[in-house]
């Protein structure tokens, strides 16, 4: 941790007080991953569920053409973004603005 400290030109805090310890960095990996799967699940699931649909009928009338696969699913993913995305948007600026506002309670 002093060379960390050395690097960045400041003392960080031991384990006993607010320090940033182990299970703050885990917490803080697990809020990301869960933010992540939050944010990307629309339009995963968007892609997913026309991707489907669209193999379905590819294999019911025998057309075999990628395009037919390809514009679907960017339709429908540009579709989710337009709906959803002031949603993802505002999720990920609060995601940010909390972890950029525990910064100072972890760095003496």
């Known amino acids: 941790m002093e060379f960390v400290g050395w690097l960045v030109g400041r003392k960080f805090c031991q384990l006993g007080d607010a320090a940033l310890n182990a299970q703050m960095v ?5 809020e990301a991953l869960v933010m992540l799967l939050m944010v990307s699940s629309p339009v995963l699931g968007a892609a997913l569920v ?3 649909l669209v193999s379905l009928f590819q294999a019911v009338t ?3 053409e990628a395009t037919l696969a390809f514009v679907p699913k960017l339709i429908a993913v540009i579709a989710v973004f337009a709906i959803a ?3 993802m948007l505002n999720m990920l600026v ?3 603005r909390r972890t ?3 910064i100072p309670g972890s760095v003496v």
């Not at 885990?26 to 697990?30: A, E, I, R």
């Open 100 to 102: 950029i506002e525990s």
């Open 50 to 52: 026309v991707g489907l």
């Open 26 to 30: 885990l917490t803080m990996g697990q």
């Open 94 to 96: 609060e995601y940010i």
């Open 85 to 87: 995305g002031p949603w």
């Open 62 to 64: 025998q057309i075999h």
